[in-house]
Nanobody, 123 residues
């Protein structure tokens, strides 16, 4: 059973940077693709970024392209999301998810989910 736990969320000012972490446990982490998704109040779940099991392929949503970087360190069982130039519209609960479809942008491709971490960006 794969388990994922997010951390690093908080309250920041517009224009600031923030790094989120996703700690993973379970077998064959290198075979597990990881996606980051977010959900703002009153809105549906939105794709943010995804990375393949060994970190050689990535995908980003147009809304965050150029501002976010997804990476992973499988030896440390950790996946990261670095966000720069944060905007108020980035405010949401951010969740990491694991699946077996490489760098998929679709939430339905990820059977394992963390509990989420709140990111709030003030103007």
């Amino acid at each position: 059973q794969e388990q994922l736990v997010e951390s690093g969320g908080g309250l920041v000012q517009a224009g600031d940077s923030l790094s989120l972490s996703c700690a993973a446990s379970g077998p064959t982490l290198s075979g597990l693709a990881i996606g980051w998704f977010r959900q703002a109040p009153g809105k549906g779940r939105e794709f943010v970024a995804a990375i393949t099991g060994i970190g050689y392929g990535t995908n980003y949503a147009d809304s965050v392209k150029g501002r976010c970087t997804i990476s992973r360190d499988n030896a440390k069982n950790t996946i990261y999301l670095r966000m720069n130039d944060l905007k108020p519209e980035d405010t949401a609960v951010y969740s990491c998810a694991g699946g077996y479809n490489a760098a998929s942008t679709y939430a339905d491709d990820y059977p394992y989910w963390g509990q989420g971490t709140q990111v709030t960006v003030s103007s």
